[in-house]
C-alpha cells in the first residue's frame, strides 16, 4: 500500500517511532538520517522522552488490550526493549570505565601531589644554599 506521511496522525497512532530522529513511521535501522551521538544531552532528552511517554500511557485510559495496533505496539515494544537494554549495557560499561578512569586519575593526582612536595622541598634547599653562598661571596668579595 502507500506509505502514509510520517508526520500524520495515522502514522503516529501506529507508535512506530525512530529513536535516532524521533519521527514516526520506522525505526531507528531504517532510518536514513545520520546516527545521534549519545552526549549528555542524549541522555536528557531520553530520559525526558521517557517521563512523556509514561504520562501519556498513565493518562490513556481507552486501550483495547487485543486490537492489533497493540499488536504492532508489542512488535514495537519488543524492539524498544532490545534497544534499551542494549543502552543499558553500553551505559553499565560507560559509568565502569568513568570509574577505572577516576580511579586512575586519583593514583596520578596522589603521585603528583607526592612529587610536588618533593620538588619544594628541594627548592627551598636550595634557595637556602644559594643564600648561604651569596652571602660568604658578599662578605669574600667586601674584605
Known sequence: GAREKVGSPIVQQSGIQCFNCQEYGHFAKECRKPKRVKDSTYHKEKMLLCKQAEQVETDDSNVIPDSPDMCEDDIQNEQNNVESDDECVVLANLIANLKVDVDENK???????????????????CKAILAETSKSLGESISV
Not at 593514583?107 to 627551598?124: D, G, S
Open 107 to 125: 593514583k596520578i593526582q596522589k603521585q603528583l601531589k607526592k612529587a610536588n612536595t618533593t620538588l619544594a622541598q628541594e627548592l627551598k634547599q
